[in-house]
């Protein structure tokens, strides 16, 4: 008996010092192991509640609260399909997924989707839809988008990228690098319109009163440097990697494009929902070329 108890305590003093000492200094070890377990019967919402600040609503019949900002069935993404031709069978790349909620848009509409995201909790996000969607024909991956597109070498009918461009440090490289993975782009995305937003208003909008200008293509490209202040400290952050977004003007945004072969541009979606900070979707080809 004696003999059983001290091989007990020595089981358990193995694994406990990571356990019940000081808060793991990766994050990743809960500082009370226990909180970690789930005590309810297992559940889709229990896959929903094991990360939190959620983004998006799970369309109703799988009964789970999640978020409430992005619907999944979003108008833009819809229209951009429809802009396609639809997706069935469609090789699609999408760059910031966040919570999937897109890519279960997609697959739904038949295609094939390959995910980046970089956000390691988003990513993890991405994977609970996955699983509780069952969305057999999409990949997520965890990294830059960015990087992952110069790298690449395959082609895709089609980029979604959604929210994602007024996220990039370089915006201009994001565009010049899914310019030469597809003919067929969608983007949705705020842009800055300066001439609403005086001089002296711009820092205390975030922006960084210093402009950058940018030759891309014979075209002289001015960049408007930003700061996420403290919005990144939020559970349902879902920005970019660094904090330092340059945002983009409408035209500059539109040139870029043109420059880059996109000789047919649609737009939809037009909002100015704060003074300077408009958004738009545009749908960008390459026809006949
Ligand atoms: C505002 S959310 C948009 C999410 C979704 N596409 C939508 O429209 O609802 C931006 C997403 O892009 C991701 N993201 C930002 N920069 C990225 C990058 N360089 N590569 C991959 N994902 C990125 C963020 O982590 C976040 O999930």
Redesign the pocket.
Known sequence: MIRLRKLMRRAVGAHSPRHSGPADQSGILPTNAFEDYESRPPSIQNCIDAIPGWNSQFPPEYDVVAGNR?PFLDDRILWAIERFGGVAGADVLE????EG??TYLLHQNGATITA????KR?FLKCLVTKEITNLSRARFLLG???QYLENVEKRYDLIVA???LY??RDPIRFLEAAAARTDALYV?TSYIDESALPPEQMASNRFDPMREIREFNGISVTLYRRDYANVYLNPDF????YNEPRWMSRSSILDVLTSLGFNHLEIAHEQRPYPAEHCFSVFARRIGS
């Open positions: 992005v760059i910031g997924p966040m909620g897109h980046v995201e970089a956000s988003a830059d988008g960015v959604c929210a994602v996220h990039m949705w879902c920005g970019g990697i």
